[in-house]
């Protein structure tokens, strides 16, 4: 078994679960980060069958002294893997949500990943080799009326990981950013998944294949992984269209969901 430790933070459901699980299977101990009372010390029982060591922090990380709390916590182990997983989302028309539903997601989203990162990177550079998996999304490659705050909060992402991979190209820290399409997390996103169109359904990609395949890129040192062939099409088809033309495009698709 290795004397290696992933710290995967909403590791608790969704994505960060089968992420704990596809690094278990890969000998990787792990650390688990979710809020209080949410099943958190069942899943690390998961991750212990697997044949590793497992711990888990329960805290909310929208708040700074409990991220520097998590930091201290985690930084008592070799950690040679990061993946901020955590974040929050949803559609809404930015006149009818609050400033704390706004403020919650900027810090989840973007603060959260930032401040964690800062503060385990020296731990992460002492290991031989070391890897961050930062988890955007596909929201991230156009603006999208009725989920405004959210693209903007999964660009920023894209461009720290990017910058963060420029300033550690010299070093042993490899840092990856994944845009995963649509994935069924939990059953309130399911719900809102199947009210989509049959364009959005055809590229959900199921969360053991997206741990896969993102698990798979950080390992070979890519800068973005794509998770599954219908959204590697679409990042082509946004990549080549005027932004005016996407953002009428998907928001018109939010706004029907929204309307149902």
Not at 66 to 93: M, T
Not at 182 to 188: H, L, Q
Not at 221 to 238: A, C, E, H, Q, T
Request: net charge positive; aromatic share 8%.
């Amino acid at each position: 078994m290795k004397n290696e430790y992933a710290l995967i933070t909403g590791a608790s459901q969704g994505l960060g679960k089968y992420l704990c699980f596809a690094l278990a299977k890969r000998n990787y101990n792990i650390l688990l980060v979710s809020l209080p009372n949410e099943n958190l010390e069942s899943v690390t029982k998961q991750v212990k069958q697997f044949g590793v060591q497992a711990d888990y922090f329960e805290t909310d990380i929208t708040k700074k002294q409990q991220i520097i709390d998590l930091a201290n916590w985690a930084n008592k182990y070799p950690i040679s893997i990061l993946v901020n997983n955590a974040g929050c989302g949803g559609s809404k028309k930015i006149d009818e949500v609050s400033v704390d539903y706004i403020e919650t997601m900027i810090q989840l989203n973007i603060t959260a990943s930032t401040l964690i990162t800062k503060l385990v990177l020296p731990n992460l550079n002492h290991q031989p080799k070391a890897y961050i998996l930062n988890i955007s999304s596909m929201a991230a490659f156009s603006p999208i009326g009725y989920k405004t705050v959210y693209p903007a909060t999964k660009k920023f992402l894209e461009w720290f990981s990017r910058g963060l991979h420029y300033e550690l190209k010299a070093q042993n820290t490899s840092v990856t950013v994944v845009y995963p399409g649509p994935m069924r997390t939990n059953e309130e996103v399911s719900n809102r998944i199947n009210q989509q169109s049959k364009f959005v359904n055809a590229g959900v990609v199921d969360l053991e294949t997206v741990a896969e395949l993102s698990l798979n890129g950080m390992f070979k040192n890519k800068r973005k992984v794509i998770p599954g062939k219908l959204n590697k099409l679409s990042r082509f088809i946004l990549a080549i269209l005027p932004t005016k033309t996407t953002i009428a495009m998907l928001s018109k698709a939010i706004k029907k969901e929204l309307d149902t």
